[in-house]
């Protein structure tokens, strides 16, 4: 499966053009691949045959952080410079950003970003965690990693409890992952279903550890 949506380049103040080194950083497109009008949709069919998910606009820390997952890429359109107008993509149309994904399941047409909170689009995904929940959501990956020093992109939540769960065996894993599986469908609010949807990837790992039943857990 595979998200991608649009960044647009916009002025920073009246009468001052936006460039794309003023938007991006250094590295930005080496984690990120460019589309324009010419390349668009020869290069999200190549990575949906390729059994990725591709997100779009790819804000920069978070496009860093899953730079070495296979099942996710990103891609951004700077309007400034390579304008894509039309149906059914048209980015920019609707305001900045414009959000979009494409898996197997979309095509090329792809599919629409749900958002999960009263905050505007750039607000809500500005957020640097609830993008990474987006990518982990759309794109069936996640990031955070309960092995290695320090537990590799997880934020301070997910580390806590890593370390509450791990003191209490494989056995009490999966009795709480069979819990909040059972919760799936129910009604609730979306930042707490975004936590439910990360403690079961975490404790999915958990499970899956050879470790983790043993004397250390």
């Known amino acids: 499966m595979w998200p991608t949506g649009w960044r647009r380049a916009v002025p920073v103040a009246a009468g001052l053009a936006a460039t794309a080194s003023a938007i991006y950083p250094d590295d930005h497109w080496t984690h990120s691949k460019r589309l324009t009008e010419n390349n668009f949709a020869k290069t999200v069919q190549a990575e949906i045959d390729a059994g990725k998910t591709m997100f779009a606009p790819a804000w920069n820390e978070v496009a860093r952080a899953f730079a070495g997952n296979d099942g996710v890429s990103f891609g951004d359109v700077n309007l400034s410079e390579d304008p894509i ?7 920019g149309s ?14 090329i047409n792809g599919g629409n970003y749900q958002k999960k909170t009263d905050l505007s689009m750039c607000d809500e995904l500005g957020d640097e965690e609830r993008m990474t929940a987006y990518v ?17 992109g997880c934020y301070e939540r997910e580390i806590g409890y890593i370390d509450k769960m791990k003191g209490k065996g494989a056995d ?3 009795k709480q992952l069979d819990r909040l599986q059972g919760m799936d469908g129910g009604k609730m609010k979306p930042e707490l279903e975004r936590w439910l949807k990360q403690r079961k990837k975490i404790l999915k790992q958990l499970v899956a550890e050879p470790s983790s039943g043993s004397d250390e857990l």
């Open 136 to 152: 982990e959501e759309y794109g069936n990956v996640a990031l955070c990693s309960v092995s290695g020093e320090g537990y590799p």
């Open 172 to 174: 009490e894993c999966k």
């Open 85 to 91: 107008r039309g149906e059914p993509h048209n980015p």
């Open 94 to 107: 609707g305001g900045w950003p414009t959000i979009r994904y494409f898996n197997k399941e979309t095509g």
